[in-house]
Structures are given as C-alpha cells and as structure tokens.
C-alpha cells in the first residue's frame, strides 16, 4: 500500500480539470483492503476515464491496481477468467482476440479499468459488459470480506447497476469473472460494423470497431475528454410522438421501457457541435462528448452542463441525465440544484 498527497487531479482524470486530490491510496494487493478505515471509506477511483473532479479533494480517494488474469474453466465451447480489478480493459480485449475468444470484440478500444466495467455496465456496438459477466467480487467495507455477486445480483442495465445504486460507497470491485466463447458470436447490426462480409472474423470486428471509434471520439491523451458525456434519454412512446410532429427526422430505438433518443442528435440539433465555452466545447465530430482543450476549470464546465441541459429541456422537453462519474469537493456526486 502506498499513499500519495497533494497529487494533480489531472494525473487521475482523463478529462484533466486543474485541481488538487489530498491523498490517493494505491493499493495492490487484495489483503491490504483491510488496512482501509471503514468508518471513513475512500472514494473509488479507477484510471479516470469517467470520472471528472469539479472541485479539489479533500476525502481520500482509492486506487486498486492488482491485476492478474486467471483461466478458471476451459472446455470446447467457452473459457472462463477470473480477472482482478485493476487490469485494464482494452488490454483484456486484446489478448480475447489473439487468444480467439469471442465476446468483447465490440468492447474494443473504451479506455479504463476492468474493475469500473460493472459499474456503469460500459456498452458500445450492441455489445454490453453485462453480456459476459458471470460474476463480480465486491469487498464490503462493513463485512470486511469479498461477497460473489452473479450476473443477476448486479442488476445491470443501460449504463447503470447495483454499483452506482445500493452499493455506492460499500465497497470496492475486486475482480470479475467472464464467460468468452470459442464459436463464432459477431454482434455486427450496429452502424458501421453492419458493412463486414458474412463470416467476419474476431479480428476484423475488432480493428472496425477501433476505427470507428478512433473517427468519432477524441483521443484523451490529445483532448482531455471523458467520452460521452450524457446517458441516451429514454422517453415514452406518446412524448416520442409528440416530438415527431415538430422533429419528422428524430431518431429513435425502441427499448423495453420506452423509445431511446440518441443525445447527440439532440446536442446537434440544439446548435452546440462544435461549440465552445472558454477552454471546454461540444467535440465537433461527436457532440456528445464534452472536450477539455487545456486549463479548463470546474466552474465553467458546470456552466456548459447546464446551458446544453436546459436548452435541451426547453427545445425537446428533455432533461439530459449525466453519463459521466461528477465529484464535488467531498466525493459526493453532483447533483444539480
Ligand atoms: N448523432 C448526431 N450527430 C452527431 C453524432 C451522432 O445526430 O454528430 C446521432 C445520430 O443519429 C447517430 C446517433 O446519434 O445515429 C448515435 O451516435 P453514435 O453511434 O455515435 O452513438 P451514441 O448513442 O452517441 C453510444 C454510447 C457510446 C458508444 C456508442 C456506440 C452512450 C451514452 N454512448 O453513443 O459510448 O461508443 O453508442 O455503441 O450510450 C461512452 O460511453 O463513453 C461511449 C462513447
């Protein structure tokens, strides 16, 4: 275990706002979790590619990084793994592909740790985390032990779980388990990925996916950036309606809970691609995702959320909801007034 103090916030936030973390603990291996104080737990980071400090911290924050990758079941049709929490993600990816396992091809190229996937279930190209998961190791502050979560038990849906709900602040993810798949599973439907010839292979789906988002979405080690900023609305099926009489080109998918309205059409309706505000702006390819082209500062990015929340909600009726992780100075979550 090791505690650092004072650290830049731009070193543990992929959206780099200047501000200071009073201490950060990195911790490496699981059995050191028993050092932490319960009674004042830390907030949970991971490599910071959704989470974005508004303000200095003064609450200690967590880092685990333990991050050993286990074969737990091999037969002729799918492999297990029990991977711990601080492996990266696009790295775990790879070595699916090269070990010609199928599953998180679609998963390709979404930036942070194994350990923050289950918490906003992370999704891209028809693909969830949720599609693979078996299992998810959570280390309860108050128990002080690991508690086996199985897939259901998460209760993952659109970029939410059981993570960001009743266990928010409990404890931290320490590993997961995943199911990948020697038979051939293409999730090839979604736009861009619906031009591959029949009988694409792993590779191919993994190299269209990391093109495409490599033409949509900024690199974050060149613009400071968390990638979507917002969730995609969901909205009855009447209200949907009601906004095609006024919007005939509103683009809609039906959900189980209603009509998803892709955020980025409603940003670029609005007039805000490309747009920006001081050091911050809508990135002109995907407006959805927020940009910090250097020095930008919390103050102002709360004034661009909410000039983009409220011209959606008087144009569309729409009150966007944030995708990314909002700490204020204590680790709470923002929540607007
Ligand atoms: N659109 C516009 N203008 C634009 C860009 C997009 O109107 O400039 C509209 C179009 O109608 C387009 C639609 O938005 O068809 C959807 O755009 P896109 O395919 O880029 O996907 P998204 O819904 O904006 C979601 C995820 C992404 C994920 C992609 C692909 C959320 C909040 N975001 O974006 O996830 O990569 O689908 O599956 O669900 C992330 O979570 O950080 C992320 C990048």
Request: glycine share 6%; aromatic share 10%.
């Amino acid at each position: 275990m090791h505690i650092l103090y004072n650290q830049p916030a731009e070193a543990f936030s992929t959206f780099r706002l200047h501000n200071t973390l009073s201490e950060v603990i990195l911790i490496d291996e699981l059995s050191d979790l028993a050092l932490v104080d319960a009674q004042q737990p830390p907030v949970i980071i991971g490599e910071g590619s959704n989470t974005i400090f508004l303000a200095s911290q003064v609450r200690p924050l967590l880092r685990f990084l333990a991050k050993s990758r286990t074969v737990t079941a091999n037969n002729s049709q799918h492999l297990e793994l029990h991977v711990e929490a601080g492996h990266n993600w696009h790295e775990l990816v790879t070595w699916a592909v090269t070990q010609q396992l199928w599953g998180i091809e679609n998963l390709a190229l979404i930036p942070g740790s194994v350990g923050a996937a289950p918490v906003q279930n992370i999704g891209a190209y028809g693909v969830e985390f949720s599609d693979v998961c078996r299992y998810v190791d959570f280390y309860d502050w108050q128990e002080r032990k690991v508690i086996r979560l199985d897939n259901n038990a998460c209760q993952f849906a659109y970029r939410d779980s059981v993570f960001k709900q009743q266990l928010q602040g409990k404890g931290i993810i320490v590993a997961v388990g995943l199911v990948l798949f020697k038979d051939p599973k293409p999730v090839v439907t979604y736009p861009g990925l619906d031009t591959l010839p029949p009988f694409t292979t792993l590779e191919e789906i993994y190299q269209q996916v990391i093109a495409i988002r490599q033409a949509k979405l900024p690199d974050y080690k060149v613009i400071a950036n968390c990638g979507s900023f917002f969730k995609n609305p969901v909205i009855s099926e009447s209200q949907y309606q009601l906004l095609q009489s006024s919007f005939a080109k509103i683009p809609g998918f039906s959900v189980e809970s209603g009509i998803k309205v892709p955020a980025a059409w409603l940003i670029d309706q609005a007039g805000f691609k490309g747009y920006k505000y001081q050091n911050l702006g809508c990135y002109e390819r995907q407006p959805l995702v927020l940009v910090n082209y250097g020095g930008a500062e919390g103050p102002a990015l709360l004034v661009l959320i909410n000039l983009i929340r409220k011209t959606i909600e008087t144009q569309f009726g729409i009150l966007l909801e944030p995708e990314v992780r909002l700490l204020d100075s204590n680790g709470q979550h923002y929540v607007e007034s």
